[in-house]
């Protein structure tokens, strides 16, 4: 059974970089991107980008100039980087396994969710 | 980007109704649709891919439906453990964007 664990601070200042990780266990790492996504009350579910084994990644352009997702396969984990945080950014995020069906995508496999709030 | 709408915003159905809730999208998306619900305080589950397959384990009460901009979720036989919102998604292009959100109430 494929679990993804994520964790990271849960509460910045404004102007702060947010960092957070995700670690996969019980399956393959190597076969599968990995998607970062936040919901909040105003924006609803936003995706960040995705990411595979190798690091090769696609980015949300709306967010793509404070964004980085890298990876680090002997890990087994992938993070996610979002700079210059506002109270705007405060949301749940949540990453997520890319499944791919033919050239159909989804998400299906979340981790848990990590509330991140931004307040001076 | 493409932008998805969903109606209604909010329901309150009984347990045992038939339930719709319609996606629409701003441009052509062939079947590159995704539904997921999500119970309260918990992470989205996939219920359904590419506008009509239904994901292992889920439900057949849940079937989906639709094709180019407009998309169809039915639930035949509403539980009280799928109260909670349900998302549409697009992945025909990206970025990849979700409708507003749909909360589904039970009476």
């Known amino acids: 059974q494929v679990q993804l664990q994520q964790w990271g601070a849960g509460l910045l200042k404004p102007s702060e970089t947010l960092s957070l990780t995700c670690v996969v266990s019980g399956g393959s790492f190597s076969d599968y991107y990995w998607s970062w996504l936040r919901q909040s009350p105003g924006k609803g579910l936003e995706w960040f980008g995705e990411?595979?084994?190798?690091?090769?990644?696609t980015y949300n352009p709306s967010l793509k100039s404070r964004v980085t997702i890298s990876v680090d396969s002997s890990k087994n984990h992938f993070s996610l980087k979002l700079t210059s945080m506002t109270a705007a950014d405060t949301a749940v995020y949540y990453c997520?396994?890319?499944?791919?069906?033919?050239?159909?995508?989804?998400?299906?496999?979340w981790g848990s969710g990590t509330t991140v709030t931004v307040s001076s | 980007d493409i932008k998805l709408t969903q109606s209604p915003s909010s329901l309150s159905a009984s347990v045992g109704d038939r339930v719709t809730i319609t996606c629409r999208a701003s441009?052509?998306?062939?079947?590159?649709v995704n539904w997921y619900h999500q119970q309260p305080g918990r992470a989205p589950t996939v219920l359904i891919y590419a506008a009509t397959s239904l994901e292992g384990g889920v439900p057949s009460r849940f079937n989906g439906s639709g094709s180019g901009t407009d998309f169809t979720l039915t639930i035949s036989g509403l539980q009280p453990e799928d109260l909670g919102g349900y998302f549409c998604q697009q992945t025909y292009r990206t970025p990849w964007t979700f409708g507003q959100g749909t909360k589904v109430g039970i009476k």
């Open positions: 990411i595979n084994h190798s690091g090769s990644a």
């Open positions: 997520a396994r890319v499944r791919r069906a033919d050239y159909y995508y989804y998400m299906d496999v």
């Open positions: 441009q052509s998306i062939s079947r590159y």
